[in-house]
């Protein structure tokens, strides 16, 4: 019998660390296919044939293809939900969605600014000033996860219980950390490196780590 497992391409280090942390979290069979961006292959036909945005990451399933780290996080932890990466509380559901839309829209968005200026702006100037300002707002929305982390008492980012919004949130900690931003994580970013700490003990989150060639935290 030929049973088909979810593919996942994804690209080390990208916003696609999320939903691999989540298919690992789930604990079911699923096909890591790498795009690696820092070759290209996210332009290659083959793979635009899959996804014409050229972006990772892109889940496969059976056919039904989803891109968009937000609707990909919901469709993996709904597809899996003995894995409970999806609250059932109405207050925590609010919670992770409003994580998963601020991490994409705001905080990929800001970083996405400073690293692809030519997105937004055309003459050399303009694209100066888009990937400067792009910094410091990258900066500033850092700074405003920090704060509410900081004030909120829970040990997970939509509340009592682990969800995909903290796959989300730890792929943007490692960019923190990264050579691009290089932020000093544990001492600007205390609660949040707590949180990545947290999610640095756990299996799954260590053999996505492992597979993308990513340090623990
Ligand atoms: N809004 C998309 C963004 C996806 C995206 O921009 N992914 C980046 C990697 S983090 C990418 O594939 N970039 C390739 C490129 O810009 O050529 C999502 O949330 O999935």
Known sequence: MNVSVPKLFYSPQACSLAPHIALEEAGQAFE?????????AQRAN????????????????????????????LYIAR?????KLW??????????AEWL???????????????????YAHSAHAKQEVSEQGRASTRQVWEQVERKLAASPFE????EHYSVA?????????????????????????CWTQHALQMGKRAAVRRALKREGIELP
């Open 32 to 40: 890591p296919c790498l795009v690696s961006l820092a070759a290209g």
């Open 46 to 73: 083959e793979y635009l044939a899959i996804n014409p945005k050229g972006r990772v990451p892109t889940l496969i399933d059976d056919g039904f293809v989803v891109t968009e780290c937000p609707a990909v996080l």
């Open 79 to 83: 597809r899996y939900p003995d894995a």
């Open 87 to 96: 609250p059932d509380d109405p207050r925590e559901e609010a919670r992770c």
């Open 101 to 119: 839309a601020w991490c994409s829209s705001g905080l990929h968005e800001a970083f996405a600014h400073m690293r692809r200026p030519e997105r």
């Open 156 to 159: 997970w980012a939509a509340g």
């Open 166 to 190: 903290d796959a989300s949130l730890f792929t943007f900690w490692i960019w923190g950390r990264a050579d691009k931003l290089k932020y000093d994580m544990p001492t600007d970013f205390p």
